[in-house]
């Protein structure tokens, strides 16, 4: 299972990012999806958590800003797994490294990054005041 992410940049406060997180595991229906941010000087925290069924869970800080989704696209019999982070209303304590993480079946449903089996690079996000 692959993971590529891309989206992140800089943005001024206030402002908004999507993030995308590709997924190569045809199988991926099936896998539980999260969202991690590690900031500097800072340890790894989840975000946000999509369970199979497409429900969500955020951390408290986010709760509200952020939006989790997935999508699968169906094209010239190729499927393609996307997951999403719509981050809205961003301020400085948001600037981190953002990573997209599978957790394979059965999930854990944690924000526990070692309950995580796959993850991607990473993209940075920088929120200036």
């Known amino acids: 299972v692959q993971l590529v992410e891309s989206g992140g940049g800089s943005v001024q406060a206030g402002g908004s990012l999507r993030l995308s997180c590709t997924v190569s595991?045809?199988?991926?229906?099936?896998?539980?999806s999260g969202w991690f941010r590690q900031g500097a000087d800072k340890g790894l925290e989840g975000v946000a958590f999509?369970?199979?069924?497409?429900?969500?869970?955020?951390?408290?800080?986010?709760k509200g800003r952020f939006t989790a989704s997935k999508r699968l696209t169906i094209s010239s019999g190729n499927a393609t797994n996307t997951l999403y982070l719509q981050m809205t209303s961003l301020n400085p304590e948001d600037t981190a490294m953002y990573y997209c993480?599978?957790?394979?079946?059965?999930?854990?449903?944690?924000?526990?990054?070692?309950?995580?089996?796959?993850w991607g690079q990473g993209t940075q996000v920088t929120v200036s005041s």
């Open positions: 993480a599978a957790e394979a079946p059965p999930c854990d449903g944690s924000f526990e990054p070692n309950q995580y089996n796959y």
């Open positions: 595991e045809y199988s991926y229906a099936s896998y539980c």
């Open positions: 999509i369970d199979s069924d497409g429900s969500t869970r955020y951390a408290d800080d986010v």
